[in-house]
């Protein structure tokens, strides 16, 4: 079955830029099928959708957060990226990386998390 | 502010029923895109409970069930148990390309 595992540094300095990947295994961020989703959960809050990228590349972004976000695809390494920038105390969250089958499905699955801190 | 509006918390005594509601508008819920939702227990990354509406994956009990009408859906839970206490979003996808969540329900079993 599809598991998804994200990385990056867990601490980030404010206006620097957040680096996250997510590496997929048991299926291929190549498919059609599929969008890949990033998600993020403040301390003790809610969940917010941050975007998703296409297997062509094409993204969507939260509006919320357009001018900041940038995900990419690495098919060789069958990962996605996300990076953040500018980022705030704000952005404190636990990131998620999840598959989505595209506009109105659900997401599922998702990966395990990882917590992003931002302080200097 | 969440685009799909939930309460923050509902209770329930073992073996009780409850429900969780899940509001939106006419751009999301009530466009027609359906709802799914999710259960997170305390530490834990989120699990998906329901799919497109009503619709149990594999392993959830049928003591969990989804429906939806117009503008908003909701979250059944039959004879509660002690482990259901966790948070629950409901999530839908917006018509300005979003996918959006509610702001989350934390269930307390008493």
């Given at each position: 079955?599809?598991?998804?595992?994200?990385?990056?540094?867990?601490?980030?300095?404010?206006?620097?830029?957040?680096?996250?990947?997510?590496?997929?295994?048991?299926?291929?961020?190549?498919?059609?099928?599929?969008?890949?989703?990033?998600?993020?959960?403040?301390?003790?809050?809610?969940?917010?959708?941050?975007g998703?990228?296409?297997?062509?590349?094409?993204?969507?972004?939260?509006?919320?957060?357009?001018?900041?976000?940038?995900?990419?695809?690495?098919?060789?390494?069958?990962?996605?990226?996300?990076?953040?920038?500018?980022?705030?105390?704000?952005?404190?969250?636990?990131?998620?990386?999840?598959?989505?089958?595209?506009?109105?499905y659900?997401?599922?699955?998702?990966?395990?998390?990882?917590?992003?801190?931002?302080?200097? | 502010?969440?685009?799909?509006?939930?309460?923050?918390?509902?209770?329930?005594?073992?073996?009780?029923?409850?429900?969780?509601?899940?509001?939106?508008?006419?751009?999301?819920?009530?466009?027609?895109?359906?709802?799914?939702?999710?259960?997170?227990?305390p530490?834990?990354?989120?699990?998906?409970?329901?799919?497109?509406?009503?619709?149990?994956?594999?392993?959830?009990?049928?003591?969990?069930?989804?429906?939806?009408?117009?503008?908003?859906?909701?979250?059944?839970?039959?004879?509660?148990?002690a482990?259901?206490?966790?948070?629950?979003?409901?999530?839908?996808?917006?018509?300005?390309?979003?996918?959006?969540?509610?702001?989350?329900?934390?269930?307390?079993?008493?």
């Open positions: 079955q599809v598991q998804l595992q994200e990385s990056g540094p867990g601490l980030v300095k404010p206006s620097e830029t957040l680096s996250l990947t997510c590496t997929v295994s048991g299926g291929s961020v190549n498919s059609g099928d599929y969008y890949w989703s990033w998600i993020r959960q403040p301390p003790g809050k809610g969940l917010e959708w941050i998703y990228i296409f297997y062509s590349g094409s993204t969507t972004y939260n509006p919320s957060l357009k001018s900041r976000v940038s995900m990419t695809l690495d098919t060789s390494k069958n990962q996605f990226s996300l990076e953040l920038t500018s980022v705030t105390a704000a952005d404190t969250a636990i990131y998620y990386c999840a598959r989505d089958k595209g506009s109105g659900w997401l599922d699955p998702w990966g395990q998390g990882s917590l992003v801190t931002v302080s200097s | 502010q969440s685009v799909l509006t939930q309460p923050p918390s509902v209770s329930g005594a073992p073996g009780q029923r409850v429900t969780i509601s899940c509001s939106g508008g006419s751009s999301n819920i009530g466009a027609g895109y359906d709802v799914h939702w999710y259960q997170q227990l530490g834990t990354v989120p699990k998906l409970l329901i799919y497109a509406n009503s619709n149990r994956p594999s392993g959830v009990p049928d003591r969990f069930s989804g429906s939806k009408s117009g503008t908003s859906a909701s979250l059944a839970i039959t004879g509660l148990q482990e259901d206490e966790a948070d629950y979003y409901c999530q839908s996808f917006d018509s300005s390309l979003s996918v959006v969540f509610g702001g989350g329900t934390k269930l307390t079993v008493l």
